[in-house]
């Protein structure tokens, strides 16, 4: 039986998971077997579309189907969470499963603690992560750094330090420092990212300290919470996954390479809000660049910490429909509304089509804001000072008051008969 | 529960980007980035973020349609399909008009293109192309040898400067226009030539608020600074292009001073941007609506080729293309011979009682003024094929009912010459069917079975690349690779990215300088003292989706802070614009982002000068 906390080195019997699977296929056994058991109606992953380059969200409900989406793909920059908010139900009608990398369990309980999905009907596992690449990004940084034919490549992995790729003729790999330095590499969030074991899902899974004869054949799994020893045990029983306990000293090293991510990010966080400078040359730079905004909407769709039905940005009193580029208070909205929250996730950077760095701008201020109010995002249910009224119920109580400008209803202006 | 991604293409404008539709049991639910795709790495605009709204929008005309005593019944296919077939017996070949459409697939445009040609045999086919820069593609082919943009939308992030002139991408092609912001990241400059400070002309290290209309004039001051200069590029004037001397003679006139006075820019700012253009290799042109003429392309081709600009990434003469398909439907054949007429010809004839029928396939061309709906009004027999009952639709004797593009397969070709396939997500709304279908089965019904028994768009697609050369060799499966193929496909793996690398497509293969002229167009007057920047109109597509209409409720008229004082205009106010050809009566939108003395109209109204009235609130 194993209990939360438990450290274990797992993989799978089933012998086309293994084929497909990453390491030790733990991720798509347990899947299997949470399927197959009805703990889950269905499963979210992420699975290989036109090529390895493209990730797509794909739901599974028959077992037999899983085996295609065993296997990681470090160019599935995508984010879950909000796809199952939007087409499926807030997970309010089916239990579902969702392989999470560390920004989706964030934004799991971001949406969470917002009503926006029921959590209770989510199991997630977790995938440790060292992070994402943009698809076009790695093709040409594959061509020009590897020299390589990005459609020749059947394999690339992110394994000690190194991005590697094994091609039709060899393999190869570059230090991601060096990738990094000359502008390929990691999404700039990714390098900031210090959710690299996500804990808050049911289970976390990855590589790092599976050493010894174990080494590339298992999954190293930590047990987060009772759901996740439930769903392990119920997998051993039913053959489709092997465990034993995790040697100590992987463990050590499984410490080590945590800390190293860790303090990674620490530098690049240093070096990216730096460079933001502060105060009013921050405010100016990012003035400046979102003054190319051309209100896509981009950044508004795919953030998670955005679910209003009434967005604000809406409002014409505020933001004049059709004017391009729209004025500051496009974006002050979203700063205002968001950057307690924000997870860091990337999304509203990676599709932004005037190349504004809206995550780290977002990421830059929620920085600021955690060490003033210790509102730590996505990692429990708690409720940051945002979050505390409902949209509906607020914009209805404000509109009751014959307003629904906060700004009249706080202040109460004179004029204001 | 079914839930997929279906990866397609937007079908907006020609940029060309990819984006996943989000199908869930059966209905295209929303849209999702689609970051692997080469154009746009998942970033969309507006439009395309929303362009599922009108898929499932409760406007789609769902069945064929019969007008009787002046109203629509529902009618079957079959009943549409005789109904059709005998009006158009018995007209002549040559009273049939065809019109074509810039954002239906390659495959409908193809054998609509048959249908004119073999079933009702008339030399009158075009597509809406004519505002669509029909005649500045033909400019191109002339220059240069063949009718599309030189570069790469991807490759205008590596060039070191960059002049937009009629074109504001960052609004029109935003995910082109993208390309412009990464290459100034990139340290370019950007040089943009519009009389309105646009969302373009906010990013510019030098904006030339230009007078609409006089960008020739413009060009070719530059032109002329460079050669005063003698900056020109010599080794590549000797050696890749002919008619040097004349295009040289023909800008001499366009000194910076006067140009100065044609343009209403100072004579400094003109040599600026002769200096900034030559600065640095490789230099791009980007232009799009504003080339309607064929003159300004050929402006543009003359400058690149002074500077050696052809033939290198980041380079070259870019025409982006309004609607999705403008591009393919002229590649596959969509426009008339020496003997045939043009779309404007066609109504010209309609008018004189000579063109007796028109079939028009997705294009709304009522909303090009009021003369062409008053023509489409009176016309003998009018079939209009669409998704929606828009103006051309209303006035139809029948309908037949399109299916959007998330309903069928098929090719679109983006600005850059890359063909990309759209894809079959989900099944047409009602009773609607792909274009092409329509098409074959209509021109089945007129006894042509054989040369449409197509039961594919892949069919139709092989039969396309038996006869347009740019499209041999390129198949289905060819087209797989998120890459897709740009044509020619003989360059590569993928096509061509850079056309023109070892030499001109034209006969000599030589780039050919053009003598143009300035000539100016109508001219401010007492009467008439606004100039008219034509306004990015409101397609078929965007009317019915919620959220642009949302953002762009109404036609506007945009005037300047200063004029509007003078005129007691404020925003909100409502303005009868008249000039020479009618007036209409638009609320204004008052703005310092327009150069006073100019106001900005939606392109349907035809007038390069008008009054301003204020008139009572309605
Ligand atoms: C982008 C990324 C970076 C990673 N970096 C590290 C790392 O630095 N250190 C480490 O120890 N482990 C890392 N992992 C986790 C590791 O690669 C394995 O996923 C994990 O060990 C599980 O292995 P497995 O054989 O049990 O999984 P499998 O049985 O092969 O299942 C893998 C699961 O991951 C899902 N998946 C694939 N790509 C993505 C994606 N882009 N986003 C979300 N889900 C995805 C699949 O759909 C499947 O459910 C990373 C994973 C990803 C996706
Ligand atoms: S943000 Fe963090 S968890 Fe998400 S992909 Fe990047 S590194 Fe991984
Ligand atoms: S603001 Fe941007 S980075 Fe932050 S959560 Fe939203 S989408 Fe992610
Ligand atoms: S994604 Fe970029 S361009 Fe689009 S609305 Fe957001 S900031 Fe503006
Ligand atoms: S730029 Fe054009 S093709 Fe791209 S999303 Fe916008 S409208 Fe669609």
């Known amino acids: 039986m194993s209990k939360k906390g438990d450290m274990l080195y797992a993989w799978t019997n089933d012998?086309?998971?293994?084929?497909?699977?990453?390491?030790?296929?733990?991720?798509?056994?347990?899947?299997?077997?949470?399927?197959?058991?009805?703990?889950?109606?269905?499963?979210?992953?992420?699975?290989?579309?036109?090529?390895?380059?493209?990730?797509?969200?794909?739901?599974?409900?028959n077992a037999a189907e899983l085996a295609n989406t065993a296997g990681s793909l470090h160019c599935g920059t995508l984010l879950l969470p909000k796809l199952v908010k939007k087409y499926l139900e807030g997970a309010e009608n089916m239990k579902l499963g969702v392989t999470v990398k560390g920004c989706d369990?964030?934004?799991?309980?971001?949406?969470?603690?917002?009503?926006?999905?029921?959590?209770?009907?989510?199991?997630?596992?977790?995938?440790?992560?060292?992070?994402s690449v943009s698809p076009v990004l790695a093709r040409r940084m594959i061509t020009e750094k590897y020299g390589v034919d990005p459609d020749m490549v059947h394999k690339e992995e992110i394994d000690k330090g190194q991005f590697i790729i094994e091609f039709e003729g060899g393999h190869k790999g570059i230090s991601v420092d060096e990738l990094e330095e000359s502008g390929y590499g990691r999404r700039s969030n990714c390098r900031r990212c210090k959710m690299k074991i996500p804990r808050q899902a049911d289970l976390a899974c990855g590589n790092w300290g599976v050493i010894g004869e174990k080494a590339g054949k298992a999954t190293f799994v930590e047990v987060c919470s009772d759901k996740g020893a439930k769903l392990v045990d119920g997998a051993v029983k039913s053959g489709v996954l092997s465990v034993e306990p995790s040697i100590p000293k992987g463990l050590e090293i499984r410490g080590k390479v945590e800390g190293a991510m860790l303090k990674l990010g620490d530098k690049w966080r240093k070096h990216d809000f730096e460079a933001l400078g502060e105060g009013t040359d921050r405010l100016k730079k990012i003035m400046e660049e979102t003054s190319r905004c051309i209100k896509c909407y981009s950044c508004i769709s795919a953030c998670p910490i955005c679910y209003c039905v009434d967005c604000t940005t809406k409002n014409p009193n505020y933001v004049t429909p059709g004017e391009v580029p729209p004025n500051f208070m496009f974006h002050l909205i979203r700063f205002a509304h968001i950057a307690d929250s924000c997870v860091n996730c990337g999304q509203c950077q990676e599709l932004c089509p005037s190349e504004i760095p809206n995550a780290l701008f977002m990421h830059s201020q929620q920085v600021e804001l955690e060490k003033m109010f210790n509102h730590v995002p996505g990692v429990s249910m708690e409720?940051?000072?945002?979050?505390?009224?409902?949209?509906?119920?607020?914009?209805?109580?404000?509109?009751?008051?014959?307003?629904?400008?906060?700004?009249e209803n706080v202040f109460k202006p004179l004029n204001k008969h | 529960m079914d839930f997929k991604y279906v990866p397609s293409i937007c079908p907006y404008c020609g940029t060309g980007c990819g984006i996943n539709l989000v199908?869930?049991?059966?209905?295209?639910?929303?849209?999702?980035?689609?970051?692997?795709?080469?154009?746009?790495?998942?970033?969309?605009?507006?439009?395309?973020?929303?362009?599922?709204?009108?898929?499932?929008?409760?406007?789609?005309?769902?069945?064929?349609?019969?007008?009787?005593?002046?109203?629509?019944?529902?009618?079957?296919?079959?009943?549409?399909?005789?109904?059709?077939?005998?009006?158009?017996?018995?007209?002549?070949?040559?009273?049939?008009?065809c019109v074509a459409s810039a954002r239906t697939c390659n495959e409908d445009n193809y054998v609509f293109k048959n249908f004119a040609a073999n079933v009702v045999k008339t030399a009158n086919i075009d597509y809406c192309g004519r505002r669509c820069n029909a005649d500045a593609v033909r400019g191109l082919t002339e220059a240069f040898g063949q009718g599309a943009m030189t570069n790469s939308i991807t490759d205008i992030s590596a060039a070191k400067a960059i002049l937009v002139i009629g074109s504001n991408p960052l609004e029109e092609n935003p995910l082109a226009g993208r390309r412009v912001i990464m290459a100034r990241k990139n340290g370019a400059k950007v040089i943009v030539a519009d009389a309105r400070t646009s969302a373009t002309a906010k990013i510019a290290d030098l904006h030339l608020a230009v007078n609409p209309g006089t960008e020739v004039a413009f060009v070719n001051g530059v032109a002329a600074a460079i050669i005063k200069a003698g900056k020109e590029n010599k080794d590549f004037i000797a050696k890749k292009t002919a008619n040097f001397e004349k295009c040289k003679a023909a800008v001499a006139p366009c000194t910076p001073d006067a140009v100065a006075k044609i343009c209403g820019i100072s004579a400094e700012a003109v040599t600026k941007a002769a200096e900034l253009f030559t600065a640095a290799h490789p230099a791009s042109i980007i232009t799009s609506a504003g080339?309607?003429?064929?003159?300004?392309?050929?402006?543009?081709?003359?400058?690149?080729?002074?500077?050696?600009?052809?033939?290198?990434?980041?380079?070259?003469?870019?025409?982006?293309?309004?609607?999705?398909?403008?591009?393919?439907?002229?590649?596959?054949?969509?426009?008339?011979?020496?003997?045939?007429?043009?779309?404007?010809?066609?109504?010209?004839?309609?008018?004189?009682?000579?063109?007796?029928?028109?079939?028009?396939?997705?294009?709304?061309?009522?909303?090009?003024?009021?003369?062409?709906?008053?023509?489409?009004?009176?016309?003998?027999?009018?079939?209009?094929?669409?998704?929606f009952m828009t103006e051309t639709a209303a006035k139809a004797h029948v309908i037949l009912p399109s299916a959007s593009f998330a309903e069928r397969d098929g090719t679109v070709t983006n600005s850059e010459r890359r063909i990309q396939r759209v894809t079959k997500a989900v099944e047409p709304a009602g009773k609607s069917k792909a274009d092409w279908q329509i098409v074959c089965d209509l021109a089945k019904a007129m006894g042509a079975e054989k040369d449409f028994a197509f039961t594919s768009s892949e069919e139709i697609f092989a039969e396309i690349t038996k006869h347009v050369p740019a499209y041999a060799g390129i198949t289905y499966t060819k087209l797989e690779a998120p890459e897709a193929v740009q044509w020619p496909a003989a360059g590569g793996k993928f096509g061509t990215a850079v056309l023109y690398?070892?030499?001109?497509?034209?006969?000599?293969?030589?780039?050919?300088?053009?003598?143009?002229?300035?000539?100016?167009?109508?001219?401010?007057?007492?009467?008439?003292?606004?100039?008219?920047?034509?306004?990015w109109p409101m397609g078929t597509l965007s009317m019915n989706t919620p959220?642009?209409?949302?953002?762009?409720?109404?036609?506007?008229?945009?005037?300047?802070?200063?004029?509007?004082?003078?005129?007691?205009?404020?925003?909100?106010?409502?303005?009868?614009?008249?000039?020479?050809?009618?007036?209409?009566?638009?609320?204004?939108?008052?703005?310092?982002?327009?150069?006073?003395?100019?106001?900005?109209?939606?392109?349907?109204?035809?007038?390069?000068?008008?009054?301003?009235?204020?008139t009572e609130e309605a």
């Not at chain 1, 959590?119 to 440790?128: A, F, S």
């Not at chain 2, 309607?292 to 982006?320: E, Y």
């Open chain 1, 15 to 61: 012998a086309d998971i293994k084929k497909k699977a990453e390491l030790g296929g733990a991720v798509t056994a347990l899947w299997k077997y949470a399927l197959e058991s009805k703990a889950v109606d269905a499963v979210l992953v992420i699975s290989k579309g036109k090529d390895l380059y493209d990730a797509k969200p794909t739901l599974v409900k």
């Open chain 1, 105 to 131: 369990a964030m934004a799991f309980y971001e949406l969470a603690k917002r009503k926006q999905i029921n959590l209770d009907n989510v199991v997630m596992i977790g995938v440790n992560c060292g992070g």
């Open chain 2, 291 to 387: 080339a309607v003429s064929g003159d300004l392309i050929r402006a543009c081709a003359n400058l690149a080729l002074l500077t050696g600009n052809v033939g290198v990434a980041g380079a070259g003469v870019n025409l982006l293309r309004g609607k999705s398909n403008a591009q393919g439907a002229m590649d596959v054949g969509c426009v008339p011979a020496d003997n045939g007429h043009t779309v404007p010809a066609m109504i010209e004839a309609a008018a004189a009682g000579k063109i007796k029928a028109l079939y028009i396939m997705g294009e709304n061309i009522a909303s090009a003024g009021s003369h062409v709906a008053a023509v489409l009004d009176k016309v003998g027999f009018l079939v209009v094929q669409d998704m």
């Open chain 2, 23 to 97: 199908v869930k049991d059966g209905q295209v639910k929303g849209i999702s980035p689609w970051q692997r795709n080469p154009v746009n790495e998942g970033k969309v605009c507006i439009r395309g973020n929303k362009s599922f709204e009108f898929v499932n929008s409760a406007e789609r005309i769902t069945t064929p349609l019969i007008k009787k005593d002046g109203k629509f019944a529902e009618a079957s296919w079959e009943d549409a399909y005789r109904e059709i077939a005998s009006k158009l017996k018995a007209v002549k070949g040559d009273e049939i008009g």
């Open chain 2, 501 to 535: 690398a070892d030499k001109f497509a034209t006969k000599d293969g030589k780039g050919a300088f053009a003598a143009v002229e300035y000539k100016a167009g109508e001219a401010v007057s007492a009467e008439y003292p606004f100039a008219v920047a034509a306004q």
């Open chain 2, 547 to 614: 959220s642009i209409v949302r953002e762009f409720p109404e036609a506007k008229v945009i005037i300047s802070k200063a004029d509007a004082e003078n005129l007691g205009i404020i925003t909100g106010s409502s303005v009868k614009v008249s000039g020479k050809s009618g007036s209409v009566t638009l609320a204004a939108t008052v703005t310092t982002a327009i150069k006073a003395g100019v106001v900005s109209l939606p392109l349907t109204f035809a007038a390069a000068a008008v009054k301003l009235e204020k």
């Open chain 1, 383 to 407: 409720l940051p000072l945002m979050a505390y009224a409902e949209e509906r119920v607020e914009r209805d109580r404000l509109h009751n008051t014959g307003s629904d400008m906060i700004y």
